[in-house]
């Protein structure tokens, strides 16, 4: 997965897992803030990736990346999620803990910790 498909999975879990907007992304990775929001109604959400100045939208399990032209499915378990990424044919898990959402990439074996900024 791109970093910025996995700050995006990450907001997007977020949002739906907590009911709250998210304002924007802290990755721990790269030390970096990222200018990611995120809204969710019921089963539908609609963000924004300020920093590729990308859409994202869609209705559960299935998300739609405008910057990437790709799909990205997102299944929510309580505070876990999964998913695939179909841009690099990718699968993903995470799970959310307070204000951190921690995110395993299958294909680089390697976890992603991401701060969230909710309002």
Do not use: C
Request: net charge negative.
């Amino acid at each position: 997965m791109s970093p910025h498909t996995r700050a995006m999975v990450a907001a997007t879990a977020y949002a739906f897992i907590f009911g709250k907007k998210v304002a924007g992304v802290h990755d721990h990775a790269t030390g970096r803030d990222l200018q990611i929001a995120v809204e969710v109604r019921g089963s539908r959400m609609q963000g924004i990736d300020g920093d590729r100045s990308a859409k994202l939208s869609g209705t559960l399990p299935e998300l739609y990346d405008a910057g990437d032209n790709t799909f990205v499915s997102l299944e929510i378990d309580g505070a876990t999620a999964r998913g695939y990424d179909r841009g690099s044919s990718t699968h993903y898990s995470l799970t959310a803990e307070g204000q951190v959402i921690q995110l395993y990439d299958y294909a680089s074996k390697v976890w992603f910790a991401y701060s969230i900024q909710a309002i």
